[in-house]
């Protein structure tokens, strides 16, 4: 049975254990998004979610429960309707709201909510805290993490501020085959590519072709990730 690392799941005997032998948090930046007809909406969620877990249970440190709203850009449809992320993407032909998404929030009232974690983290005793997942959300965290560094004196990692992009592998397409392969190996009985047409592009979708994704290299990009984040931990003494 896998060891308990979700922060909602440990007991106060179990957290004060974890938290002494390592004093690190992982926060998954997730949505509820269009991510294909052949991945399920929380996509995002899961496949933070998933590294983390596989870090925490190797190197130490406790999962927080993943976040399901975040920033993105926005566009007026024209009909009184919002196009919101991938509504408006290149990838997505016509331009369309997709069936489906239901997370967005403004940039200020999520960094207000990332603020009040980092704070609250602080407060109950980490020393670091690991933010990943969705695009927008990564960045938005990578933008304010060394002012909130110095703020509240806690160690702030962002996979774009503090990692080698040549390791830092997960969640860099959108649906395409690193995500896709990612969700296959964390849960492949959520992923079903017999749903995508084999002759024309998926809506919706950016990188390479999802069609080509496997379960061997969605280990791959979340081993060398995990490998990546145990460096970095081992550096900080953490």
Same mark, same amino acid.
């Given at each position: 049975?896998?060891?308990?690392?979700?922060?909602? =799941?440990?007991?106060?005997?179990?957290?004060?254990?974890?938290?002494? %032998?390592?004093?690190?948090? =992982?926060?998954?930046?997730?949505?509820?998004?269009?991510?294909?007809?052949?991945?399920?909406?929380?996509?995002?969620? @899961?496949?933070? %979610?998933?590294?983390?877990?596989?870090?925490?249970?190797?190197?130490?440190?406790?999962?927080?429960?993943? @976040?399901?709203?975040?920033?993105?850009?926005?566009?007026?449809?024209?009909?009184?309707?919002?196009?919101?992320?991938?509504?408006?993407?290149?990838?997505?032909?016509?331009?369309?709201?997709?069936?489906?998404?239901? =997370?967005?929030?403004?940039?200020?009232?999520?960094?207000? @909510?990332?603020?009040?974690?980092?704070?609250?983290?602080?407060?109950?005793?980490?020393?670091?805290?690991?933010?990943?997942?969705?695009?927008?959300?990564?960045?938005?965290?990578?933008?304010?993490?060394?002012?909130?560094?110095?703020?509240?004196?806690?160690? @702030?990692?962002?996979?774009?501020?503090?990692?080698?992009?040549?390791? =830092?592998?997960?969640?860099?397409?959108?649906? /395409?085959?690193?995500?896709?392969?990612?969700?296959?190996?964390?849960?492949?009985?959520?992923?079903?590519?017999?749903?995508?047409?084999?002759?024309?592009?998926?809506?919706?979708?950016?990188?390479?072709?999802?069609?080509?994704?496997?379960?061997?290299?969605?280990?791959?990009?979340?081993?060398?990730?995990?490998?990546?984040?145990?460096?970095?931990?081992?550096?900080? /003494?953490?």
């Amino acid at each position: 049975m896998d060891e308990r690392v979700q922060y909602a =799941y440990l007991s106060v005997p179990a957290f004060q254990k974890r938290l002494a %032998e390592h004093p690190v948090g =992982y926060l998954p930046l997730g949505t509820l998004e269009w991510h294909g007809l052949h991945n399920v909406l929380g996509s995002d969620s @899961l496949q933070a %979610e998933g590294l983390f877990l596989r870090a925490a249970r190797r190197f130490g440190g406790i999962v927080f429960p993943p @976040l399901f709203v975040g920033p993105d850009r926005t566009e007026d449809a024209g009909d009184g309707n919002q196009l919101i992320g991938m509504d408006s993407s290149d990838a997505t032909r016509p331009h369309q709201q997709l069936p489906g998404s239901c =997370y967005w929030v403004s940039k200020g009232l999520f960094l207000s @909510l990332l603020e009040s974690i980092v704070a609250q983290a602080k407060r109950a005793g980490f020393i670091c805290l690991l933010a990943d997942g969705h695009g927008p959300s990564r960045k938005a965290w990578a933008e304010m993490a060394p002012l909130w560094e110095k703020q509240y004196d806690i160690i @702030l990692l962002s996979s774009v501020n503090d990692f080698d992009p040549l390791t =830092y592998l997960t969640q860099n397409d959108h649906a /395409g085959k690193i995500e896709t392969s990612t969700m296959m190996a964390l849960h492949p009985e959520l992923v079903d590519l017999s749903r995508l047409d084999p002759e024309s592009w998926p809506l919706g979708v950016k990188g390479e072709d999802p069609r080509t994704s496997s379960i061997a290299w969605g280990e791959y990009l979340i081993e060398t990730t995990v490998q990546s984040i145990g460096r970095k931990l081992q550096e900080l /003494g953490l």
